[in-house]
T-cell receptor, first 118, second 112 residues
């Protein structure tokens, strides 16, 4: 299994408080991603990073910010948590590669963080 | 924007059956397609990745095929077992991008 850890694994917080989730990898992969998974919506991309200090928005980025100051760590911050941000959050990593002339990008996922905002 | 559809959404079968799960996508200019398994309350586990130049990949009782021209992939599970019960997701990037879009998944139950 790819070396990906997420912390905390569970968190309960109150509306309006800031929350930071951490993803840590030991694989030296260039790309890191944050997703949220909700019933009826599937897996949706929040933000991703393609290198240290290089990040971009996904389809559901409003209310979230990210930072990546080291290759191995990718932080997701909810500046002021709302009940609509109650979800399971997954981190993923990948390192686009080449096989001959063909490029590919295989993702590996962390165990997830269950966040409840009351 | 890539759109990924998985059919059926749910499947319940007796042990021993051979299964086919379907994944269709709208943008065929892709680098690869990846199949995942997710057990309840757990993260996603990578099962198979098919590169754009490949037609199929096999791992044990699993075989995944890719037809880029028609925008389809199938995951074939041979001789299903109760331990295969899980949700299966496919992920496909948009043309020219490495960033995948996920289907909603197929929830599989294999009963003894």
């Amino acid at each position: 299994d790819a070396g990906i850890t997420q912390s905390p694994r569970h968190k309960v917080t109150e509306t309006g408080t800031p929350v930071t989730l951490r993803c840590h990898q030991t694989e030296n992969h260039r790309y890191m991603y944050w997703y949220r998974q909700d019933p009826g919506h599937g897996l949706r991309l929040i933000h991703y990073s393609y290198g240290v200090k290089d990040t971009d928005k996904g389809e559901v980025s409003d209310g979230y910010s990210v930072s990546r100051s080291k290759t191995e760590d990718f932080l997701l911050t909810l500046e002021s948590a709302t009940s609509s941000q109650t979800s399971v959050y997954f981190c993923a990593i990948s390192d686009p590669s080449k096989s001959g002339t063909t490029s590919y990008n295989e993702q590996f996922f962390g165990p997830g963080t269950r966040l409840t905002v009351l | 924007k890539q759109e990924v559809t998985q059919i059926p959404a749910a499947l319940s079968v007796p042990e021993g059956e051979n299964l086919v799960l379907n994944c269709s996508f709208t943008d065929s200019a892709i680098y690869n397609l990846q199949w995942f398994r997710q057990d309840p309350g757990k993260g996603l586990t990578s099962l198979l990745l098919i590169q754009s130049s490949q037609r199929e990949q096999t791992s044990g009782r699993l075989n995944a095929s890719l037809d880029k021209s028609s925008g389809r992939s199938t995951l074939y599970i041979a001789a299903s077992q109760p331990g295969d019960s899980a949700t299966y997701l496919c992920a496909v990037p948009s043309g020219g991008s490495y960033i995948p879009t996920f289907g909603r998944g197929t929830s599989l139950i294999v009963h003894p």
